[in-house]
Nanobody
Framework: QVQLVESGGGLVQAGGSLRLSCAASGRTFNCYTMGWFRQAPGKEREFVAALQRIGSSTRYADSVKGRFTISSDNARNTVLLQMTSLKPEDTAVYYC????????????????WGQGTQVTVSS
């Protein structure tokens, strides 16, 4: 089992910044890709960003590219999502996830998930 715990969500004004953290524990040695997804009420879970732990390759959704940055601290099994220039449409529950293969953007391909952390951006 792999356990993922997100933190850092909260309420922020439009144009502001927020940093989310995801701490991984358990049998994480095969977790090659770490990702962030988000889900607003009544909507499907949406890909946000992902990172390969080896080589630090990254991929971003078009909606967040240039505003969000994903990074990792492999020694501490932690992945970060730095969010800047936040917009009201960024409001969602943000989930950390991991899979044992390459970066993909489909949620069903990720094996383990955190509980989610709420991000609310006020206008």
């Amino acid at each position: 089992q792999v356990q993922l715990v997100e933190s850092g969500g909260g309420l922020v004004q439009a144009g502001g910044s927020l940093r989310l953290s995801c701490a991984a524990s358990g049998r994480t040695f095969n977790c090659y890709t770490m990702g962030w997804f988000r889900q607003a009420p009544g909507k499907e879970r949406e890909f946000v960003a992902a990172l390969q732990r080896i080589g630090s390759s990254t991929r971003y959704a078009d909606s967040v590219k240039g505003r969000f940055t994903i990074s990792s601290d492999n020694a501490r099994n932690t992945v970060l999502l730095q969010m800047t220039s936040l917009k009201p449409e960024d409001t969602a529950v943000y989930y950390c996830a991991t899979r044992f293969g390459q970066i993909v953007t489909t949620a069903t391909n990720y094996a383990y998930w955190g509980q989610g952390t709420q991000v609310t951006v006020s206008s």
